[in-house]
């Protein structure tokens, strides 16, 4: 890192690899993983997190909604449906994602969701999961792999 009056330089070194990088799901585009308008909502305490979910969702033609707390979003179902939630599990301060879930069936008990999460597969994880959430997407994650998971819970592609 060098620093002066005009700014900031970072340096970033990557070690060299003659492997090939993986390839998702037999070369999956974003044409494979077109969405049709469905609604999500994505539930996240980072505005920044959710502004860059909502974009990406939005890219692949969902119609995208977002909260930014547990409550938040169990109010704004009250009134409205979606199609498939986004929920982080660990958002700060307020009720975490697997008590949001717990409500949001209360309301629509057939709701589908996708966790996501910083962290590896938790009891609170696997918890909402035993309720009816679907898979655990960890952070951070790609646009292809967002497209992947989101097309399964939505068409069980």
């Known amino acids: 890192m060098e620093s002066d009056s005009q700014g900031t330089v970072f340096s970033l070194f990557f070690p060299a690899s003659e492997e090939r990088p993986a390839v998702l799901e037999d070369s999956l585009s974003m044409v494979d993983l077109r969405g049709r308008g469905e609604r999500i909502l994505v539930v996240d305490d980072e505005e920044t997190q959710r502004d860059i979910?909502?974009?990406?969702?939005?890219?692949?033609?969902?119609?995208?909604?977002t909260v930014a707390s547990g409550e938040e979003a169990i109010a704004w179902l009250r009134s409205r449906s979606v199609d498939l939630i986004l929920l982080d599990m660990i958002m700060d301060p307020g009720i975490n994602g697997c008590e949001t879930y717990a409500e949001i069936i209360k309301i629509h008990p057939d709701q589908k969701a996708i966790i996501a999460s910083g962290f590896s597969r938790s009891e609170e994880v696997k918890k909402a999961q035993a309720m009816g959430a679907g898979q655990l997407l960890c952070k951070p994650y790609t646009l292809l792999e967002l497209g992947l998971v989101v097309n399964q819970a939505l068409h069980g592609a």
């Open 53 to 65: 979910t909502r974009k990406m969702l939005q890219l692949f033609g969902y119609s995208v909604h």
